[in-house]
């Protein structure tokens, strides 16, 4: 098969969005090649017609590979920004009085507009406004039915329609806007694997965006603002999988918190069995630079210590000038990593309790006869991909083999770590426990993941068909 040891040997995913500098065929084909498991359509730039295009590149170069790549479209959620200036830009002084109200006139040095009702409702005396991704910082002295009258304390120019960031406040805004439905239903249409769900503060922020994809395709939740963190372990179980946004969570969480912030997603995500991506300037230097900087490949290998499933690159490969070198050195810090001793020390210290229940126990029993026996690879049959991540969530020291029933479930793996999914389809349906293992063992060895002699732990659930059933677990020997 295409690509067999780029997929038998690399177990953290990566995730890459696609941009003006990334949109063609040649462009597209060469990141997969480099390494690319999930591409991220970002539905805050560009049109429906700019995203359709490279969805069929996407699948395309897929077809091609012959390796499924997943798709996530991210969408932009509730950004909040002030108005305009009459001028276009005033300098804040610190200590100066600076007011935000729901008039529409262009602003001076000592007002602008606020066009967001709901942040005047909302924030308080002594609460903190963020403006420019963190770069001004407001604190409200009086508070009225239509302005708020702020104190400079951290200065500087502020321009036309800057965002703002409320990081001590629960807004009551939905995480999902018109733009955003209609981005995800356009989305959902095209057929995609992955909702990225932004700016989420609250469960029921998930249970939405769930309501609207009707199983059509996962909830990947970005983990952003600090009401979130308040949340975390219902959000993160609500959701199919989660990002670390460092980008604005770093902008309302202080620089300090961002790391242990980043650490605590990872581990409630592993412990719950979600997939976790870590994203935002991993290699940002590699914009306009040919390598990264060591503390950049620091990151990356933290992240990969730290055990996500993926890693992320955003302006890297949407806009940058390396996009396919920045692919390539993620690809081998992560591999470097991976064959590091202390690495597998670190994921085997780390594993968490087995669920109490038979799927759970069956994950665990797969991952401790791999550690005792010589085992060429695992392989998990995977209604909805469930089984998979269960055996993923443990982190065995082989291949997962994800054999799913079509291309869809296949890909949506893509982001799973250590998992390699296939499509099986429906042609060849299995219906005992025989016929399973016949099936994973013909798989395995065609596509190079076994020779004849190795032994493969293969899980599935009986009755067939049902999700959710994993309760079997048989270790047979490949011929």
């Not at 990334?22 to 591409?39: K, M, P």
């Not at 010589?374 to 998979?388: E, I």
């Not at 063992?441 to 190079?448: C, N, P, Q, R, T």
Request: glycine residues 8%; negative net charge; charged residues 25%.
């Amino acid at each position: 098969m295409p690509d067999t040891p780029y997929r038998a040997m690399r177990r953290t995913k990566i995730v890459s969005t696609l941009g003006p500098a990334t949109s063609d065929h040649a462009t597209i084909r060469a990141l997969a090649v480099a390494g690319v498991d999930v591409f991220r359509l970002n539905f805050s730039h560009g049109t429906h017609g700019d995203h359709a295009a490279r969805h069929g590149v996407i699948r395309d170069v897929e077809a091609e590979l012959g390796r499924p790549l997943g798709i996530l479209a991210d969408v932009q959620g509730p950004k909040l920004r002030v108005g305009t200036f009459a001028n276009g830009r005033v300098q804040l002084t610190p200590g100066a009085r600076f007011r935000l109200d729901l008039d529409p006139a262009p602003g001076n040095e000592t007002r602008v507009c606020l066009p967001h009702r709901e942040i005047l409702a909302a924030a308080e005396e002594g609460s903190t406004l963020l403006l420019d991704d963190g770069r001004l910082a407001l604190k409200v002295c009086e508070r009225g039915p239509d302005f708020l009258l702020t104190e400079v304390t951290l200065g500087g120019v502020l321009s036309d329609h800057k965002g703002v960031n409320v990081p001590d406040v629960v807004l009551p805004i939905p995480a999902l806007t018109d733009k955003d439905r209609a981005d995800m239903a356009f989305a959902l249409d095209l057929g995609i694997e992955y909702v990225g769900l932004s700016f989420v503060q609250r469960p029921e922020d998930v249970r939405e965006a769930r309501r609207l994809a009707d199983g059509r395709a996962w909830i990947m939740t970005k983990l952003e603002k600090p009401q979130a963190m308040d949340n975390l372990e219902e959000i993160v179980a609500l959701s199919d999988a989660v990002m670390v946004a460092r980008g604005d969570l770093g902008v309302e969480l202080p620089p300090e918190l961002v790391p242990l912030a980043q650490k605590r997603i990872i581990r409630v995500a592993r412990r719950l069995g979600r997939p976790v991506v870590v994203a935002t300037q991993m290699l940002e230097s590699m914009v306009h630079a040919p390598t990264p900087t060591r503390a950049e490949a620091s990151d990356v290998a933290t992240a990969v210590f730290d055990g996500a499933d993926a890693v992320m690159l955003s302006a890297e490969t949407a806009v940058g000038a390396y996009p396919r070198e920045a692919v390539a050195i993620m690809d081998r810090i992560v591999r470097r990593v991976e064959e590091d001793e202390v690495w597998r020390r670190q994921l085997d210290a780390s594993s968490p309790e087995a669920d109490h229940n038979v799927a759970g126990a069956i994950a665990a029993a797969a991952r401790q006869i791999v550690a005792t026996v010589d085992v060429a690879a695992v392989a998990a049959f995977t209604l909805s991909g469930r089984t998979a991540l269960r055996i993923a969530r443990e982190r065995p020291a082989c291949t997962i083999i994800g054999l799913a029933p079509s291309d869809d479930v296949a890909r949506r793996l893509a982001v799973a770590w250590g998992v390699q999914a296939v499509s099986v389809g429906q042609e060849t349906p299995v219906h005992t426990i025989e016929s399973v293992v016949d099936q994973a063992l013909s798989i395995i060895k065609a596509d190079g993941y076994g020779s004849v002699g190795d032994a493969v732990v293969i899980v599935a659930g009986l009755p067939f068909g049902v999700a959710g059933s994993t309760n079997t677990l048989r270790i047979a020997t490949i011929t």
